[in-house]
């Protein structure tokens, strides 16, 4: 009794102090949100979660072609009149906020996973997918806080051993029902992190934990079945072809830099976790007792492992694995290490944890700094449109051209929105700067003034001068030589150098 009551103030601090941290990271996604330019892929969202297009009309033809289930487009759907692109990926804040409630109401009803959950969310600060994925109007945040999420209920119901009050009961299901339904491979995560639970759980013969475990999972799993039933016709034609490299390698090296980062996001916490081992080892000497945190642990590293074994075994029938769709392990991952390093917070007099905790959260703050600038400089469309804009400011007689040849590979692809999606992202960020992109059969050149080029998109840079001036002479356009500048994935072509 002496010994929870000297712990019980370490918890509400611990407590406190995790609360602390999640705001902090959520401003600093919501004002990064706000900065970084977007890529291809979040006008993709914010064109088929538009407001002009009634819900059935958008889920027939634009959520289910897709690769993924809709949940996180029926979000978008549902915040689509927040604003512009950057103002709509603010819903990620939201999603965030909704998360950390969430798993407030899961500690709560263990309140011995507390360290743990400041543990996690000191190490989910500082992880680099955090803030990326945080930052884009896609579902890779929603995989991140659907996995984290899911991995924390299933320790406190394995810990508990029961399902707990309504609203950890509450938690659990929407982690469920969120990471089988967000993503494929945030599906087959889930999957793989809950049977571990399950089957000890059934092995063991504790039916009302089993029951606990097995039904919200199993309702999250039929559902997402179900959706399955319509998209799988359109998940085999869409990955036919495919741009995500193949084989073992490719798969291996994915979840092997997901695992790594999430293992280094702060360095101080893996180094507490190593020390928390080190007491369970010392427990289970000294009084042949195993902690039930250990015993989570290790049926999250076994999650962990059967996840992927399942996605290298997935990725060798068809390639479909690259580190960003991982964010979902990334978030159990975190729950796991933190499971370690809270161990350590746990029995640690308050001085101490107090001591301990400066330098690691210190630590989470120089590397989401870090995380943040890295955002805001990745490739975008802004890049070049910034560009143009600057020359059509210094010129205003500037002529700006787009061609649907630039994107023709993209455009192919299915589903069928992406023939609609790209013209409208060019309009879209020239609207953004306040230029205009001359019709698209138009020959016109600029007079005492620069005629631009416009790509977006090419990431594999598949165009050169050479290759550029040869269609645009195909088109008509009478040009003795073009001048390339890239910018990112992009890049302008002029009929003469630019200042």
């Not at 997402?224 to 034609?237: E, K, R």
């Not at 280094?264 to 190593?274: G, K, P, Q, R, T």
């Not at 989401?368 to 400089?377: D, F, K, R, S």
């Amino acid at each position: 009794m002496g010994g929870a009551a000297m712990m019980l103030p370490n918890r509400t601090f611990l407590a406190t102090f995790a609360l602390v941290v999640a705001l902090a990271t959520g401003v600093a996604i919501g004002w990064t949100s706000l900065q970084r330019g977007p890529w291809y892929d979040e006008f993709y969202t914010q064109y088929v979660t538009r407001a002009d297009i009634g819900w059935g009309d958008a889920l027939r033809t634009s959520w289910l072609p897709d690769n993924h289930p809709p949940l996180y487009y029926v979000i978008a759907r549902l915040t689509s009149g927040w604003g512009d692109l950057a103002t709509h990926r603010l819903v990620n804040v939201a999603i965030g906020a909704v998360t950390v409630a969430l798993g407030a109401a899961v500690v709560r009803e263990a309140p011995r996973m507390v360290p743990a959950a400041a543990c996690a969310m000191l190490l989910l600060a500082g992880n680099t997918w955090t803030v990326i994925a945080g930052t884009e109007l896609r579902s890779y945040f929603l995989s991140l806080c659907a996995g984290g999420l899911l991995a924390l209920a299933l320790v406190a119901l394995w810990i508990e051993g029961n399902a707990g009050g309504p609203w950890r009961r509450t938690a659990y299901v929407l982690a469920a029902m969120a990471a089988f339904n967000t993503h494929i491979i945030t599906t087959i995560v889930a999957g793989a992190l809950v049977t571990p639970f399950l089957l000890t759980a059934l092995v063991r013969r504790n039916w009302t934990l089993a029951r606990g475990i097995g039904l919200p999972a199993a309702v999250a799993a039929i559902v997402f079945v179900a959706t399955a039933a319509v998209q799988l016709p359109y998940w085999q034609s869409n990955t036919r072809v495919f741009w995500i490299p193949a084989g073992f390698d490719a798969a291996r090296a994915a979840i092997s830099y997901a695992v790594q980062r999430t293992l280094e996001a702060n360095l101080a916490v893996l180094a507490l976790a190593l020390a928390g081992l080190a007491v369970w080892a010392r427990d289970w000497l000294r009084e042949r007792r195993i902690a039930p945190e250990a015993v989570a642990l290790a049926l999250l590293v076994a999650g962990t492992a059967l996840a992927a074994v399942a996605l290298i075994g997935l990725h060798l029938v068809r390639p479909v694995i690259i580190e960003k769709y991982l964010t979902g392990l990334v978030g159990a991952i975190a729950v796991g290490v933190a499971l370690a390093a809270g161990a350590v917070l746990a029995v640690a007099p308050r001085h101490l944890a107090v001591a301990a905790l400066i330098p690691i959260t210190a630590l989470s703050g120089i590397n989401l700094a870090h995380n943040l600038q890295m955002a805001t400089a990745r490739h975008s469309w802004f890049g070049t449109g910034q560009l143009i804009a600057t020359e059509v400011r210094r010129c205003p007689t500037t002529v700006v051209h787009t061609d649907p040849f630039w994107n023709a590979e993209v455009m192919a692809m299915p589903p069928a929105d992406n023939r609609a999606v790209v013209p409208w992202a060019y309009r879209t960020v020239a609207r953004e700067f306040g230029f205009a992109i001359e019709p698209a059969a138009s020959l016109r050149l600029g007079v005492g003034c620069p005629t631009l080029f416009w790509a977006e998109h090419d990431a594999r840079h598949a165009f050169d001068e050479a290759t550029i001036i040869a269609h645009l002479r195909a088109r008509g356009f009478a040009l003795a030589s073009v001048h390339l500048q890239r910018i990112g994935d992009g890049w302008v072509a002029s009929d003469r150098p630019l200042q």
